[in-house]
Every structure is written in structure tokens, then in C-alpha cells.
């Protein structure tokens, strides 16, 4: 049974977009605050696809507009991050159950960590799309030579890739050092993951009451020993990562 409504489809990476597009047998772009947006079907399914470009602001623009302008009813984002907790190891994918930004410091007005006037910290994504996106994502690292290839197994050393669950970390900083992810560790030690998007689209979908999930593949560790060739593994793994966990998710609606 189809689904209802649209999807909003967020890439983090041109890469990405480009994998999600070749899905996409009908899709038409339309220009919107200076973001292309494609529109088309997915197995049937309405999806609207864009880049989010980097950055919590660049990011919240394109969740505005994918709800003002092209009225989705969820949206579904997938990226890269820097594992933060013990055991994510680079090709694991994370799917988040919360998101949190690790910049946001408005104390002494405001605890630590809580965005002003909320009350609160963390933005839970929606739990039914979560669930059906992590399901894709078991489906999609059961069999990495079939998803990734070969060549990109070996290359990166990804026999057996993991599909974790927990909260993610967002944050206007590439973090990328030792000491920074071991003080990300010491401030949130339940966080799995850091990258820089995607607690502002949660926030703006709280704010809107839309359904939101993410998934993201470990390019790194976030820390001084990060050894991949980033825009590589972004070709080579999260690219095909994404597309077949979407290609999963939207199969099996």
C-alpha cells in the first residue's frame, strides 16, 4: 500500500542528490530560494528531492521551503558523520532517535545545550519513520558487496557494517580532532554521532509537527586519525548507501 502524501528527500552531498535522482524516472526541477528542487515519483510515491547544502541555516531554509513551497508531509534526510561513541566505526550506518545541536550555549540565560524558549534540548524524530528507515538500513548493510561493490569493501575496509540507533549531534563545526571529539564525548556521552545539518531540520519540523527521520554513514571518527578520502568515500559508500536505503524504504511502503 502507497503511502500518503509527499516526501521530502534531503541529501547532504551533491553525490547523494545525483544517486537519489537516478531513481527518480520523471523528475522535474523547479528553483526556490536559490535551491533546485526535483520533483517526481519513487515507486509510486511523491518525493521531492534538494540539496541541503552545510550548515544548520542552510539546512533549516531548505526544510521551510520543502514545507511551505512544496507541501511534503515528511522528510527523511541522509548524510555523513563523524562517529563519536565506542564501536561506530566508519561505514556503520547511525539512525538518529534524537537530535541535538552541541553549539548552542545561551547560559548563564539558558542551561547549556537548550535551545532558547523550548524548554528543551533534544527533538526527537518521528519513531514510525525512524523504525521503517532503520529497517531499510539493516537491509541495505546486509550484503555490502551487493550495495557497495567490491572495490569500495575493500578499499575501505567494510566487511561487516553495523546499523546503530541513538541521538546525533549537530553543530556549525567540522569537528575533526581528537581533542574536540573527546570533549563532545565528555559534554554528551550518549552521543553516537556529529555532523552539522540535522538538528536544525528537526527543529523546524517540531515547529511545524511534520514527521522527520535521518540516517547517516560514519565517514570518519571525528578526530585527528580520520584517514578516508572524504569526497571518495562519499562516491564510493554513502552515495550508494543512501540510494539503497531509499530504494528500500520506498519499495517496501
Known amino acids: 500500500m502507497k503511502t500518503r502524501g509527499r516526501t521530502g528527500i534531503v541529501a547532504a552531498m551533491q553525490q547523494e542528490l545525483s ?20 520533483v517526481g515519483h519513487w515507486h509510486g510515491h511523491e518525493v521531492v528531492a ?55 550555549d545561551a547560559s548563564p540565560l539558558f542551561p547549556r545545550f537548550e535551545v532558547p524558549l523550548y524548554g528543551q534540548s533534544r527533538f526527537a524524530v518521528d519513531a514510525g519513520l525512524s523504525q521503517a528507515l ?12 551487493v ?11 567494510l566487511g561487516a557494517p553495523r546499523v546503530h540507533q541513538g541521538l546525533i549531534v549537530s553543530g556549525d563545526r567540522f569537528v575533526a580532532t581528537s ?38 554513514t560514519v565517514s570518519d571518527r571525528a578526530d585527528d586519525a580520520a584517514h578516508v578520502d572524504f569526497m571518495r568515500f562519499i562516491d564510493q559508500v554513502a552515495s550508494r548507501y543512501s ?11
Do not use: N
Request: hydrophobic share 55%; with cysteine; net charge negative.
Open 134 to 145: 532503520a529497517q531499510a538500513a539493516r537491509s541495505a548493510v546486509a550484503a555490502p558487496m
Open 50 to 104: 534538494v540539496l541541503s547544502r552545510v550548515g544548520k541555516v542552510a539546512a533549516a531554509t531548505t526544510a521551510a521551503a520543502l514545507i511551505e513551497r512544496f507541501g511534503v508531509d515528511r522528510i527523511v534526510f541522509t548524510g555523513t558523520a563523524g562517529g563519536l561513541a565506542e564501536g561506530v566505526r566508519v561505514g556503520d550506518l547511525v539512525v538518529a532517535d534524537a537530535f541535538m545541536q552541541h553549539d548552542m
Open 243 to 253: 540510494a539503497a536505503i531509499l530504494e528500500h524504504y520506498f519499495e517496501t511502503l
Open 179 to 216: 581533542a574536540e571529539s573527546a570533549a563532545l564525548r565528555a559534554a554528551l556521552p550518549d552521543a553516537l554521532a556529529v555532523e552539522m545539518e540535522g538538528a536544525a531540520v528537526a527543529q523546524v519540523c517540531h515547529d511545524y509537527g511534520l514527521p522527520f527521520a535521518a540516517v547517516r
Open 147 to 157: 550495495t557497495l561493490g567490491a572495490d569500495a569493501v575493500a578499499e575501505f575496509g
Open 19 to 38: 544517486a537519489v535522482l537516478a531513481r527518480l524516472p520523471d523528475e522535474q526541477r523547479q528553483r526556490v530560494a536559490g535551491r533546485d528542487f526535483w
